[in-house]
C-alpha cells in the first residue's frame, strides 16, 4: 500500500449525488438525512432507493435535503436486491446530471465535511473509501450528531488516512461499500454491481475486482467520515449462511476463488458447512446426517 500526494486541491464545479438503498431502517435513514442537512455541502441530487419499502421513500423524500426516490422490487422474500438497488440509485442520479457518485448505506451518518470532501477529492480512474467508525449502541435520547466523532474510532481493519491525505494502491479485496465514492464516468467503466447477487454478501469484493479490471485504483480517503449506527449483528452471521454460500459460489464462478472465507471456516467449526475437495465448493452440513 503506498502512500500519494493529496489531490490537487482544485474543487470540482459539478453535481455531487448522495446514493442511499434502504428497507426499514426508517431511524437510520432519518439522522443520515439530518447528517446530510448539517454538511457544508448538500447533496444535489440525494438519491434514495426503497427496496420493497414505499414507506421509507415517502419518509425520505418529505425531509430535508428532500429525496428523489427510486423503488426497487424484493423479487424473493428475505433477499434483499443491494447490487441491483445501488444500480438503480446511480442510473437515477446519473441521469439528473451528477458528475460525482457517493453512495452511503442507510446505517450511515456523514461528517459535516463528507460530501465536499468526496466531491473535491473525486478524479476519474479512482474509486474512494472514507473511515467508517462504528457507534456503540445510542443513550436514551439518541445519537447527538455534533458528539458522533467522540464516540468510535474508525474501523481498525481498514487503513485511517490523516485529514489531507488519499492512501492510494488499496487491496480491492478490502473494498466495503458502506461509504464510497467515484465519478459518473468512472462508475460506467466500472460498468456497475454485478446484480445477480442477492441477500447477504459477495458484491463488494466482487465490484472491488471489477473496478481493478476496469484499471480504477482503490484509494482511502481522509477528511470523509461516516459514523455507522449501531444495530445488532451476528458473528459469523449464521441467519445469512444460505446467502453466504450462494452468493459465494456465485463469485468462485466469476473469480475462480472464494469470498468470506473467515465466516466460511467458523461455519465449519460449528458443524454448518463443509468443504468438498472433489470440486472446490463449500456446502450447507445435512444435519439429519453425519457430516
Not at 421513500?57 to 430535508?64: C, F, K, L, P, S
Request: hydrophobic share 40%; aromatic share 8%; proline share 11%.
Amino acid at each position: 500500500m503506498e502512500r500519494v500526494t493529496p489531490p490537487d486541491g482544485r474543487p470540482r464545479t459539478g453535481r455531487v449525488a448522495v446514493v442511499t438503498p434502504v428497507a426499514g431502517r426508517l431511524g437510520h435513514l432519518a439522522l443520515q438525512q439530518r447528517g446530510l442537512a448539517r454538511g457544508s455541502r448538500w447533496p444535489d441530487p440525494y438519491v434514495v432507493v426503497a427496496m420493497g419499502d414505499p414507506v421509507a421513500g415517502r419518509e425520505a423524500a418529505r425531509r430535508v435535503p428532500p429525496a428523489r426516490v427510486v423503488h426497487v422490487p424484493v423479487t424473493v422474500p428475505g433477499r434483499l436486491p443491494l447490487a441491483a438497488a445501488r444500480n438503480a440509485g446511480a442510473g437515477k442520479a446519473v441521469e439528473l446530471g451528477a458528475d460525482v457518485l457517493v453512495f452511503l448505506d442507510v446505517d450511515c451518518v456523514p461528517g459535516p465535511a463528507t460530501v465536499a470532501r468526496y466531491g473535491e477529492a473525486a478524479r476519474d480512474g479512482v474509486l474512494l473509501c472514507g473511515t467508517v467508525a462504528y457507534l456503540p449502541p445510542p443513550p436514551p435520547g439518541g445519537y447527538a450528531l455534533e458528539r458522533l466523532t467522540d464516540l468510535a474510532a474508525p474501523h481498525p481493519a481498514r487503513p485511517v488516512p490523516r485529514e489531507d491525505e488519499v492512501i492510494g494502491g488499496g487491496d480491492p479485496d478490502l473494498f466495503w461499500s458502506l461509504s464510497f465514492a467515484l465519478t459518473a464516468a468512472t462508475w460506467r467503466a466500472i460498468g456497475g454491481f454485478c446484480e445477480e447477487y442477492t441477500g447477504y454478501g459477495g458484491e463488494d469484493t466482487d465490484f472491488g475486482l471489477l473496478a481493478r479490471r476496469a484499471g480504477v485504483e482503490l484509494c482511502w480517503l481522509g477528511g470523509a467520515p461516516a459514523h455507522h449506527q449501531y444495530h445488532p449483528v451476528e458473528d459469523p452471521p449464521v441467519g445469512h449462511l444460505d446467502d453466504i454460500l450462494r452468493n459465494g459460489a456465485l463469485f468462485h464462478r466469476r473469480w475462480g476463488r472464494w469470498p468470506m472465507e473467515g465466516w466460511l471456516r467458523a461455519f465449519a467449526r460449528r458443524g454448518l458447512v463443509r468443504w468438498d475437495p472433489a470440486d472446490g465448493t463449500w456446502r450447507a452440513v445435512d444435519r439429519g446426517r453425519p457430516g
